[in-house]
């Protein structure tokens, strides 16, 4: 359902660049190495990046840093906006549920 | 340690890069700042070509665009500094937060330039929240900077510029539009990005509105219905589509918190976006050393930000050199006029009066063309009926030919007797609307600007008019391509009097995915081919093709077959052979076989 632009008329081939493996919920994936964890999760057919305080499911909706829909918790750490993240070779990517447990 | 620099700048995109170049052009240091990854802000994800004049990159997509202000800044000896957010203006200090280093800068600035651009707006309807509803700018950011569809059939929100631009792009993708909803009766963005999509078949649902997202994780479908006069949804007219992406592009707002935090005082002026800060012409706020360009001003296109940039920049430089810039000064507020004499600007104009920043209307002509050129003559036909600020097909033409009288707004005219059908006009124009007709004998031929996969001469295609309706079918009769700008011009002939009504075209495959076969997968264009080609007989189809030699035996594709033989030949079903029906009805296991012969009962 959700998949790569290959091959675009403006744009031309995608280039091919190096392929990195992150984790997201447990699950091993593969990402381009100028991925965003955003653009990562959505290449991979994931939509849902979080949960709502209340239990509604969360996705991203700006892509640019500034609503903060998009809030993830990354080797432990919550609230990263996966959307101007980059996403990096092993690197673990939970959902977040509501506002995050604080890390001290 | 608090540093200090001259002049600081708050956004790396279209206003705040002509900033720091109008700063850094006078020998200033200049910082900027941006939140992103990438130096440009919306310019890297902008595939289109620019409207305006060649001074500020008309006909050049904004991606392009991004990159040259960027080398340019640099060139200059800006100094940026990304991944980082302004956290705070305070009275006696400003804070950086360096996201990918995870330290903060504390600076001072004898000048702040802030371009901080705008934020999608978001609207509220059942379920808005499941994910699948996106902005439109950032499903343009995905698709377009990180090549991700975030999925494949989509709803747009709103027909301004932006949901109509993403619309197309989107079709560029390979991803498939449904419809664009629009709640006011008319399109609000230009009616020549309207029409790219139009002659591609995606419909433009005026007086409708979006009411529910359907879906439980993520969004399945939605539910439109159209809207009374005062916008409400009107019972009874609900509509369900099948979708799986919802783009918002309702509008953006200003991103107003730094300049707030800088005490810029700020008013709200719907016209302008909502809250904005207050400036002069000169782009200054109610703080004296604090200037604003861009989105963040008004909420318009890239080319004024650029623009507004460029003025705020130089008057920094000036106060801060000493220099008499008002030259410069003077030369980007007349382009500013300029852009903004038209109708799309009137609600800017209007806003902007309420500061006391009068900027006058009309000066160009209006009244389109009617000499539509003689006929047989291979010339052009420009559908640009809208005074949009705008004229590479003027300054492109190689012959003279077009002019916009005298105003950037003008609407363009053709002299026929010097357009001698070259095309390159067809390439420049940023709105696609330029198209190339001749009359012939037996034919017409149609010339279309074409952004998508091209086809192959000689190729039978199906032929669009402006709404997307196919009209007849042709043949690309030729294809220019341009490698460099990625506008082609694919010349179509086309049945005689359709010249007037075919302005777009769709391959032949692209429309044919009917499987007949289902065991091997065997499609209705395949059968047709090969009945073409004179296997006209289901036995020599299902040797030829291998259909119904699958496990279903031919049950499902059979009759199926036999038909489209029949309106192929025109030979009734009834006249034709069946084709035989061999053993086994079913696949059985040879494990089976083997065991019924060990016992010899039943």
Not at chain 2, 44 to 64: D, M, Y
Not at chain 2, 86 to 112: F, K, M, P
Not at chain 2, 309 to 314: D, S
């Amino acid at each position: 359902m959700s998949r790569r632009v290959v091959a675009h008329p403006i744009l031309g081939d995608l280039i091919e660049e190096e392929v990195i493996e992150f984790e997201f919920e447990g699950l091993k994936l593969k990402a381009l190495k100028s991925d965003t964890i955003a653009s990562a999760l959505i290449s991979n057919g994931i939509d849902i990046f979080g949960f709502s305080e209340s239990g509604k499911p969360k996705g991203f909706f700006c892509a640019i840093g500034k609503c903060s829909s998009c809030l993830v918790v990354v080797d432990g750490v919550p609230n990263v906006r996966a959307c101007i993240t980059p996403v990096r070779d092993g690197m673990r990517v939970e959902r977040q549920k509501g506002k995050g447990k604080p890390v001290w | 340690m608090v540093k200090k620099v001259q002049a600081l700048v708050i956004g790396a995109g279209p206003a705040g890069l002509c900033g720091s170049i109008a700063i850094a052009e006078n020998g200033v240091e200049v910082l900027v700042v941006d939140e992103g990854l990438v130096p440009g802000g919306q310019l890297p994800k902008q595939t289109h070509k620019f409207f305006g004049h060649e001074g500020f990159f008309a006909s050049v997509r904004g991606f392009e665009i991004g990159e040259k202000l960027y080398n340019d800044a640099v060139n200059l000896g800006v100094k940026f500094l990304m991944k980082t957010t302004v956290s705070g203006i305070y009275e006696d200090v400003i804070v950086l937060y360096d996201r990918e280093n995870e330290r903060i800068y504390e600076i001072n600035a004898d000048y702040v330039l802030i371009a901080t651009g705008a934020s999608e707006r978001f609207i509220s309807f059942k379920k808005n929240y499941l994910p699948g509803v996106y902005g439109a700018g950032a499903v343009q950011t995905l698709m377009n900077q990180y090549r991700v569809l975030p999925g494949n059939d989509f709803l747009i929100v709103g027909a301004g510029n932006i949901g109509l631009i993403v619309a197309y792009q989107l079709l560029q993708a390979g991803a498939n539009v449904k419809a664009i909803v629009e709640a006011s009766n008319k399109v609000g963005g230009y009616l020549v990005h309207a029409n790219k999509v139009k002659r591609m078949g995606v419909p433009i649902l005026l007086r409708h509105t979006i009411v529910e997202a359907i879906g439980e994780e993520r969004v399945r479908g939605a539910v439109i219905s159209e809207v009374d006069d005062s916008f409400n949804p009107i019972k009874g007219t609900e509509k369900e589509l099948a979708v799986d992406t919802i783009c918002l592009a309702v509008g953006l707002q200003p991103s107003i918190e730094l300049a707030a935090q800088a005490g810029a005082e700020i008013k709200y002026i719907p016209e302008l976006g909502g809250y904005v800060p207050i400036r002069d012409e000169n782009m200054k706020t109610t703080v004296d050393n604090v200037y604003i360009a861009g989105d963040l001003a008004s909420i318009e296109e890239a080319s004024t930000a650029m623009i507004e940039g460029y003025i705020a920049g130089y008057n920094i430089a000036q106060k801060i050199t000493g220099l008499d810039l008002s030259e410069n000064i003077s030369k980007m507020k007349k382009e500013l006029e300029e852009f903004r004499r038209g109708p799309f600007s009137g609600k800017v104009r209007k806003g902007l009066k309420k500061f006391g920043v009068e900027f006058p209307e009309g000066g160009f002509r209006t009244e389109p063309q009617k000499d539509e050129g003689p006929a047989g003559k291979l010339r052009v036909k420009i559908e640009c009926p809208q005074n949009i600020p705008c004229n590479p097909c003027e300054t492109s033409c190689p012959t003279g030919a077009i002019d916009v009288g005298g105003n950037i707004n003008g609407l363009p005219y053709v002299d026929y007797d010097k357009c001698i059908g070259c095309g390159v006009c067809v390439m420049k124009c940023p709105g696609l609307a330029i198209f190339l007709v001749q009359e012939l004998s037996d034919y017409s031929i149609v010339g279309i600007p074409y952004e998508f996969e091209l086809p192959e001469k000689g190729e039978k295609v199906l032929l669009l008019d402006r709404n997307g309706e196919i009209v007849g079918e042709g043949e690309i009769e030729k294809i220019v391509r341009n490698s460099k700008g990625k506008t082609h011009i694919v010349y179509l002939k086309v049945p005689k009097g359709l010249e007037d009504n075919v302005r777009h075209f769709v391959r032949h495959e692209e429309k044919e995915e009917e499987i007949v076969c289902r065991c091997e997968e065997i499609t209705r264009s395949e059968i047709e081919k090969a009945i073409e080609e004179g296997y006209t007989d289901f036995e020599e189809l299902r040797r030829y093709l291998r259909i119904s030699m699958g496990p279903c035996g031919g049950r499902v594709c059979r009759l199926q077959t036999l038909s489209i033989i029949s309106l192929k030949t025109g030979i009734p079903i009834s006249e034709l052979e069946s084709g035989r029906f061999r053993p086994p009805s079913i696949p059985i296991p040879f494990k089976a076989i083997l065991k019924g012969d060990e016992k010899d009962e039943i």
